[in-house]
Nanobody, 118 residues
Framework: VQLVESGGALVQPGGSVRLSCAAS????????MSWARQVPGRGLEWVSG???????FYADTVKGRFTISRDNAKNTVYLQMNNLKPEDTAVYYC?????????????GGQGTQVTVAS
């Protein structure tokens, strides 16, 4: 399993960022995929997930602001992050996941830093 995250940035509160994750080494189109984030001193926090059917789920902290999507032709999963808040600052990881989402995530990538600050 190889996962390469990109798109992290320094952005002002209220701004937007789009993260991408290129996946390889497994059957992407049949796998659930998730995004998770981590801040120093805390554990990995599940943020959002998408099943192979396209059904999506979100943590309450990001619902209505973040949108997860996938392109099976490109083996890529995205996270569109809008109306960002300082508390969204974290390293974001994508993960190969399964049902139930967030319980047994396989991350593996280096992550991408999102910093929300004025």
């Amino acid at each position: 399993v190889q996962l390469v995250e990109s798109g992290g940035a320094l952005v002002q509160p209220g701004g937007s960022v789009r993260l991408s994750c290129a996946a390889s080494g497994f059957s992407f189109s049949t796998s659930a995929m998730s995004w998770a984030r981590q801040v120093p001193g805390r554990g990995l926090e599940w943020v959002s997930g998408i099943f192979s059917t396209g059904r999506t789920f979100y943590a309450d902290t990001v619902k209505g602001r973040f949108t997860i999507s996938r392109d099976n032709a490109k083996n890529t999963v995205y996270l569109q992050m809008n109306n960002l808040k300082p508390e969204d600052t974290a390293v974001y990881y994508c993960a190969m996941d399964s049902y139930p989402l967030g319980r047994a995530m396989h991350t593996g990538g280096q992550g991408t830093q999102v910093t929300v600050a004025s």
